[in-house]
């Protein structure tokens, strides 16, 4: 696809611009601070930040905490940390709870006008009222209250006068209208809550569509984008930006959502995750937030990369899980120097090679990218190679090491497996091999081919690290009840090796990247590498059809 048409929002901008209809383009990305991004969210910061930047307007960060009962500190600064991390930066930081006063006049305004009502129905009351798609809602027995009794009561629902629930206030629209959504909903509740930003100063809090269009209108915004489900929302929205007579009007976009295969996307299952104790925390290498994406390896560009190039259209389809692998192959390939380590050690000992001695080879850090240098490698008796790279009695098409057959070692020699060890179980312990001299790796030897090629690391000067083997979290997202997906998690979504690495990867720092020849791209996990314990995370296996 070309990137450059395959959003929908940008013809539109295009056209806004270009007809007058604005003279620059305002966007926002409105959060709410009720947990930590995901990758569907990443979607709408491209999105939202990337139009602002392309087509040199503004985007604010705008934190949409109206309800105090879910919303945390803890959340409004990760998601800060994680929009930067992606790449981005606001123009202004906003919070939907500093408009409160102002939303609560204009709720005034309505009442003034005629086109708001205090209800003292219940929420059950007003869902069991509120009709079908084929049968209209009934009127509430409050409806028709006075202005200056809904006003009175309005400011003693301010006032702390009644508990939760007690009341209501509602837009007075039409009860039969064909969108639900206009048939007098509800736009203030009473919560006596602390408010994360505003603390005790509220115990009424505007409902999420009343206060986003104020919201949009307050800040200027132009393009206010967000998913479809809110389509059927749409009308409302335009609704209370007429009826509470802000200056500014803003119109409301719809884009699909990005959906991803064996992908919990929704914030309240995260938490689940989380607070059950399934992943060790938010940033989990195997959650799909931004911070477990980081933690795992994934770059800002490896995301941009794959969000531009999925586009934006109206509909929501569902990308598979995998796809975000080909752009980080893709950003690393020339970054992450090339290296080696042994997963599942099994000791080879090099028969003809004479004790004691050492020699450092030369190896490319990156043939892709030769102004990365070489490394040195040391080479000596014995050494350390997979355990699947050796069968006693392999199959067809095997071309690793078992008894009569030679291969090769990576930026080494040529090995010939002449016997091996078993331990009291029958497990082979140790492979014994003899090496030829003449087929140094770099020599020119050509006087005879092997057809399989081995990483290794060198016994005596092998580190050993910790490797951290990840697959879906999930099997399927097909359920979709409460709290079901948590019976359809993969039980092998975590496997961890203890295995080595070569010496000169000693002091590897948190979230360095590398790529493990024949293994894949790994990053330096930051929580749990120490001083004398180095934790790899696999980011993404190579594309290569090998498998161990
Ligand atoms: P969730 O459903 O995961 O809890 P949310 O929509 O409740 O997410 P918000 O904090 O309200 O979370 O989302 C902020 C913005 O991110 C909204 O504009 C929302 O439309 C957008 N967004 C959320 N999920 C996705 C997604 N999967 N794809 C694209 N945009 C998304
Ligand atoms: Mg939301
Ligand atoms: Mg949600």
Known sequence: ????????????????????????????????????????????ICLNFGMAEEFKGRVNLRF????????????????????????????????????????YNRAVRL????KAFV??????????????????GKNSPYRERSIEENLDLFARMRAGEFGNGEKVLRAKIDMSSPNINLRDPVIYRIAHATHHNTGD?????????????????????????????????????????QETEMENVPHQYEFGRLNMTNTVMSKRKLKLLVDEGVVDGWDDPRMPTVSGLRRRGFTPESIRSFIRELGVSKSSGTVDSKYLDHFLREDLKLKAPRTMGVLKPLKVVITNYPEGQVEWLDAEINPENPEMGTRQIPFSREIYIEQDDFMEEPPKKYFRLFPGNEVRLKHAYFIKCNDFVKDENGNVVEVHCTYDVETKSGSGFTGRKVKGTLHWVDATHAVPAEFRLYEPLVL??????????????????????????????????PHDKFQFFRHGYFNVDPKHTTEDHIVFNLIASLKSSFEL
């Open 1 to 44: 696809t070309n990137s450059a048409s395959n959003n929908f929002i940008r013809q539109i901008i295009v056209e806004d611009l270009q007809e007058g209809r604005v003279d620059e383009i305002v966007t926002r990305f409105p959060p709410e601070p009720n947990g930590y991004l995901h990758i569907g969210h990443a979607k709408s």
């Open 64 to 103: 949409d905490d109206t309800n105090p009962l879910k919303e945390d500190q803890e959340y409004v600064d990760a998601i800060k940390e994680d929009v930067e991390w992606l790449g981005f930066k606001w123009n202004e930081l906003r919070f939907a709870s500093d408009y409160f006063e102002e939303m």
């Open 111 to 114: 009442i003034q006008k005629g």
């Open 119 to 136: 209800d003292d129905q219940s929420a059950d009351q007003i869902r069991e009222t509120r009709g079908t798609l084929t049968e209209p």
């Open 201 to 241: 100063t509220w115990c009424i809090y505007p409902m999420y569509a009343f206060a986003h269009p104020i919201e949009d209108a307050i800040e200027g915004i132009t393009h206010s984008l967000c998913t479809t489900e809110f389509e059927d929302q749409r009308p409302f929205y335009d609704w209370v930006v």
């Open 476 to 509: 399927d997202e097909a359920e979709d009840g409460e709290g079901e997906f948590l019976d359809h998690l993969n039980p092998s979504s975590l496997i961890v090796e203890q295995g080595f690495i070569e010496p000169n990867m000693k002091d590897v720092k």
